[in-house]
C-alpha cells in the first residue's frame, strides 16, 4: 500500500471519529456527577503531550524524530487495517453507549451499567478503538517520538479506566465487581 493512500485512508478515520464524538456529544444524558479539575489534569497532561509527540514525530528534534519502523506496503497496510478496526469498534462501542456516554469521568442522570454490544468483550472499548488508532498512526509516523506519544497517550487512558472503574465500582457495587471478573478491561482474554 503506498504511503500517500495509507496516510489518506487514517486521516479519514480520525476525521470520522472526530465528527461522529462531536455530534453525539450534544445528545447526551444531564451528567449528576463529575470529576474534579485535579482529578481530570491526571489523564489530560499526559494524553496532550502524547498527542503532541505523536502527531509531530517527524518535525521533532534528534532523536525523536529518528525512523524506527520501515515503510513498507505490508506493514502501511497493517497500519491502515489498525485505524479501520479501531475506529470502526469506538462507532460500534459509542452507538451501544447510546446517551450514557460522556469524554469525562461523570455519572448520568439515570446512569445505566452497560454491558452488551463490544462490552461483552472488553469492558473499555472506546479506549480498545482508540488505541488501535493510535497503533495504526504510530506505525504511520514510524518515529521515535511517535512511539513515545503511543506510550503516554496509553498510561493516560489508563489512568482514566481506572478512575472510572472506581466510580463504577461505588455506583454498581453489586453488578460491576462481577463484570470485572468476567471481561477483561481492553484486550479480551488478555488484558
Known amino acids: ?21 462531536v455530534l453525539a456529544a450534544l445528545f447526551t ?10 482529578q481530570r489534569l491526571r489523564y489530560i497532561i499526559p494524553i496532550l503531550i502524547g498527542w503532541f509527540f505523536l502527531f509531530r514525530a517527524g518535525r521533532l528534534p534528534y532523536p525523536l524524530d529518528v525512523r524506527v519502523i520501515p515503510h513498507t506496503n505490508y506493514l502501511l497496510a497493517v497500519a491502515v487495517i489498525f485505524s479501520i478496526c479501531g475506529v470502526a469498534l469506538c462507532l460500534w ?14 455519572l448520568k442522570e439515570g446512569h445505566e451499567l452497560i454491558v452488551r454490544g463490544p462490552y461483552r468483550l472488553v469492558r473499555h472499548p472506546i479506549y480498545t478503538g ?24 496509553f498510561v493516560s487512558l489508563w489512568i482514566k479506566l481506572r ?3 472506581e ?15 468476567r471481561v477483561k478491561r481492553l484486550i479480551p482474554l488478555v488484558l
Open 1 to 21: 500500500m503506498p504511503f500517500p493512500l495509507a496516510r489518506t485512508i487514517i486521516g479519514a478515520c480520525w476525521g470520522l471519529f472526530a465528527v461522529v464524538w
Open 29 to 38: 444524558k444531564r451528567s449528576v456527577y463529575r470529576e474534579t479539575l485535579a
Open 93 to 106: 462501542a459509542r452507538a451501544t453507549l447510546g446517551r450514557n456516554w460522556s469524554g469525562t469521568v461523570t
Open 130 to 153: 482508540i488505541l488501535g488508532l493510535l497503533v495504526g498512526t504510530a506505525m504511520l509516523q514510524a518515529r521515535i517520538g511517535a512511539l513515545i506519544g503511543l506510550l503516554l497517550i
Open 163 to 165: 478512575q472510572e472503574e
Open 167 to 181: 466510580l463504577m465500582l461505588k455506583q454498581f457495587p453489586d453488578q460491576y465487581p462481577a463484570y470485572q471478573q
